[in-house]
């Protein structure tokens, strides 16, 4: 992967998944980071090749233009580490009876004697050092959560802008289409996104990201492969050993599967990987896996177009889908492989978009 950093020269507009349409609805949302549809709508119109194939990874965010950030894990109370129930047998709450149906409950560590309570003061990206760390050892020190740059908590700001139309011959907004709001995002001193591609782009050169024709700074950044290299074989080592793992997501999850039990075919969005099964089943007739439990937020909702082969210019609306948002953990007795990892299945798109990263962890 070749990586290289994105400086927004101005604020950047991503709407959301709602539709919008200006007197319908008069506020328009706005997502951060973007997804890798954005991304990719971006570098393909820079390569100016319709048919252009590449694989993605990110985004991310980089700092100083050298240190790349990751999302917190979610699998954690202030400072203190979350784990199954089933894997502290020292846990007051060990033989609590719980649906076996649903993951396992997770509990503070009973060797873990402090507790601390959720703060915005500690950060919510934590560089690639301390990343790499939980990789080695499975922990992240307390020391490491606590903010020492602006940003890290939140590197970007929202600024919300109105839109209005005057009627011709008046000094009235316009009745029908004539006003809303706009939710604008400006990133902090220093910080940028960061993206890996499985090819070179001549850099420095600006593309278009986003709404309003915004452009952006594309940099070549070889820190940064230096620094992603060192993850992925980190995280190949862990998956190799084996035994009880973690799994931390560190870019939107997509995990699509069909529904056939409803009598129609329907896709369905799942906050944890379809083929990855409970561990633990209510059901005798049902074959255990070896997911035991995740750490997870709401969904993030993606939409998406499809784009007529034969008239490239032309497209329609996809289905929208809902992602596990990054910083999943995923715990499992054993590390398993994701389906859409297989180059030979359609749902591999959603990888070379960058979507559905794991980073493993051996606990």
């Known amino acids: 992967m070749y990586w290289y950093t994105i400086t927004a020269l101005d604020v950047l507009l991503f709407r959301d998944a709602k539709p919008?349409?200006?007197?319908?609805?008069?506020w328009a949302g706005s997502v951060f980071p973007p997804h890798g549809h954005t991304i990719a709508g971006a570098l393909s119109a820079l390569m100016n090749r319709k048919e252009s194939k590449f694989r993605l990874a990110g985004p991310l965010f980089c700092f100083g233009g050298e240190t790349l950030y990751f999302p917190r894990p979610l699998?954690?109370?202030g400072t203190t580490p979350l784990v199954p129930v089933d894997w502290d047998e020292g846990s007051h709450l060990h033989q609590a009876m719980t649906d076996l149906s649903q993951p396992r409950p997770l509990v503070?560590?009973?060797?873990?004697?402090?507790?601390?309570?959720?703060?915005?003061?500690y950060r919510q990206y934590l560089p690639v050092e301390v990343v790499e760390e939980y990789l080695k050892t499975g922990e992240i020190e307390p020391k490491h959560w606590q903010v020492k740059f602006s940003g890290e908590n939140k590197p970007w700001v929202v600024e919300t802008r109105s839109h209005n139309a005057i009627a011709e011959g008046t000094k009235q907004v316009k009745d029908a289409d004539g006003y809303f709001v706009e939710n604008a995002i400006r990133l902090l001193p220093g910080w940028s996104l960061a993206i890996g591609i499985d090819r070179e782009i001549e850099t420095p050169t600006t593309l278009r990201l986003g709404g309003e024709g915004h452009r952006a700074i594309l940099l070549r950044c070889p820190k940064l492969d230096e620094q992603w290299n060192a993850l992925q074989n980190l995280s190949h080592r862990n998956f190799q050993t084996g035994g009880k793992s973690l799994a931390y997501l560190v870019t939107p999850g997509?995990?699509?599967?069909?529904d056939s039990n409803s009598g129609r075919d329907v896709c369905l969005c799942h906050p944890s990987p379809w083929e990855w099964k409970l561990a633990h089943t209510a059901n005798r007739n049902q074959t255990p896996g070896e997911l035991v439990s995740f750490a997870t937020d709401r969904p993030i909702p993606?939409?998406?177009r499809f784009r007529h082969k034969d008239e490239s210019?032309?497209?329609?609306?996809?289905?929208?889908?809902?992602?596990?948002?990054?910083?999943?953990?995923?715990y499992l007795n054993q590390p398993q492989p994701l389906f859409q990892d297989n180059p030979s299945t359609k749902v591999h798109s959603w990888r070379q978009l960058g979507y559905s990263e794991l980073l493993w962890i051996n606990h």
């Open 75 to 77: 699998g954690f109370v």
């Open 254 to 258: 997509v995990f699509e599967y069909k």
């Open 302 to 304: 993606i939409s998406c």
């Open 20 to 26: 919008f349409t200006p007197g319908e609805r008069a």
């Open 108 to 121: 503070k560590p009973s060797w873990r004697q402090q507790s601390e309570g959720i703060s915005d003061k």
């Open 313 to 330: 210019s032309k497209s329609i609306p996809a289905p929208q889908v809902f992602a596990a948002p990054p910083g999943t953990l995923y």
